[in-house]
């Protein structure tokens, strides 16, 4: 066990990275007390079946109230409105963090409405899986995975302290912490997460639109590539909505290169360029290499969680 | 142990596919002897080490002789080139077939230099890994995954029965069989695994070519999503070139539409449209479950294969 870091944890929004927190959070011993605050009834109900939490409630404020780190788990988009129903109700010296994909618009959220008494410090851990709410969550979900936290820069000795707590608490959870500008956070996660995700989303909707062939055969068929796509697509619907929301800027600029990308392929095929295609396709064999010597390809990879519970 | 339905099985090109058809094949005992013809002379000398074939050589036309069941498993724009070679020492009687992509193509090949005195059925196993060569073969590869044979339309007793035959030697390596019209399987899969390739291709390609973000911090990150392209985009740079040569046109119509849907949903993103992006999000999960209920998600997924022998 290591020591408490912070002796009242308060979650806002408990799916499935919020119920993943508490639970690695709570198997390393880093917390003490551990509130939960949201919304949805039927999530409180699961919240309290499952034993997560010593308070649960509908309102964030008293979940909030006395916590030593507030930590947002809402949807990006919720947080600016929930962050300012809890600001005056923080207790001084408390940080405030999040898990959301964007870090800009979150960061402008935080810092319209937080009081100067509390460590602002967003962050998102890379780990996510196609299931969601509080019973999808496992205390494993961080293990080995990347946690990027975006700090304020220039901040005083009090602000590196704080900032130096969240590092040990997701150091604990298993994740290895990195740092980073909220802006570049945003345009690398829009190329290794939003446009995979929305490139997904958009080949099932095409492939579920057709006529010649039928739903029941893409299903049938899907094992010549497909299915992972069905997978990533399968992601939460409002959760993903908020992010390309509220990253819209880097994800169109990357969405934009990789249509340019793809329109120069769609010529070199429709031309029979093969030497095109094949310099291509060897020059990204590399990139795969890289993600399996980074250790990036786990035996247990965090897409794909169904596997172990079939 | 099944019954031998093949004496002789030649195997024309013994990369991934021809080497598990092999193993398989002699796993389960429905072939007798085995010939492999390869051109690369590495990939003979592994097949030789391996002990997959009682004969190796570089020239189809010896493996060919005498062959119960010729098949051919190579790059699909090298089938036509190779059947006119093996065309003339074929056996009456003979089953010839394949293991491509792309089914009109092969047919169209073949119907230009087979003999009437063999059964040409074209069939393709909807399985992979992103390994290709002899040594990332393996015998179980087919199990649980469909086969789909594009036979000749009305043919005659002698037909249906090399058929049949070919049907249960599908069976016995582990596939369910379906049969299809050959334009119908080069649309069906054009949508379910030849266009999620181009897109994993492509936006690697893009990954790796963008000034602002580096590699390595695409490979760092990769865990949100883009990891699952890597990993189809690392499968065999030739067969794919061929795969989209010669199956152009059914390719760039599903593209075009691909293309089409991405256009709207970038639209939506750049005007803020939320509840259109959130009813495709929603949309996109029911093909995710017919996706699990069909079986098509399995606990030992084949592509990423690696996962087994890290």
């Given at each position: 066990m290591s020591q408490v870091l912070y002796p009242r944890l308060a979650v806002i929004g408990c799916g499935l990275i919020g119920s993943s927190v508490i639970r690695a959070a709570r198997a390393c011993g880093v917390v003490g007390q551990v509130a939960v605050a949201d919304s949805s009834a039927e999530v409180r109900k699961r919240v309290i079946a499952l034993g997560l939490a010593d308070e649960v409630t509908d309102d964030p404020l008293v979940a909030a109230r006395d916590a030593d780190l507030v930590l947002f788990a809402t949807p990006p988009l919720t947080i600016g409105r929930v962050a300012a129903q809890v600001a005056d109700a923080l207790k001084p010296g408390a940080t405030v963090s999040d898990v959301g994909s964007v870090k800009a618009a979150v960061a402008d959220a935080f810092a319209g409405v937080m009081p100067a008494s509390v460590f602002v410090i967003p962050g998102h851990p890379i780990a996510g899986a196609e299931t969601s709410g509080?019973?999808?969550?496992?205390?494993?979900?961080?293990?080995g995975r990347w946690t990027i936290l975006t700090p304020r820069p220039n901040e005083d000795a009090a602000y590196a302290s704080a900032l130096e707590r969240l590092t040990l608490f997701w150091t604990a959870l298993g994740a290895q912490v990195d740092l980073m500008d909220e802006r570049h956070h945003d345009l690398v996660l829009a190329v290794t997460s939003h446009l995979p995700h929305l490139i997904a989303y958009n080949i099932v909707g095409t492939a579920a639109d057709?006529?010649?062939?039928t739903r029941s055969e893409v299903i049938k068929y899907s094992?010549?590539?497909f299915r992972d796509f069905t997978r990533i697509a399968a992601s939460d619907p409002v959760m993903w909505r908020d992010v390309f929301l509220a990253n819209k800027e880097a994800v169109l600029e990357i969405l934009g290169r990789f249509t340019e990308d793809l329109q120069a392929l769609s010529r070199a095929i429709r031309w029979g360029e093969g030497d095109k295609l094949e310099e291509l396709f060897t020059r990204t064999r590399e990139i795969r290499r890289g993600v399996i010597d980074a250790g990036q390809?786990?035996?247990?990879?965090?897409?794909?969680?169904q596997r172990r519970t079939p």
């Open positions: 509080p019973d999808a969550g496992f205390a494993g979900l961080f293990q057709l006529e010649e062939v094992a010549g590539g390809e786990t035996a247990e990879p965090d897409f794909g969680r």
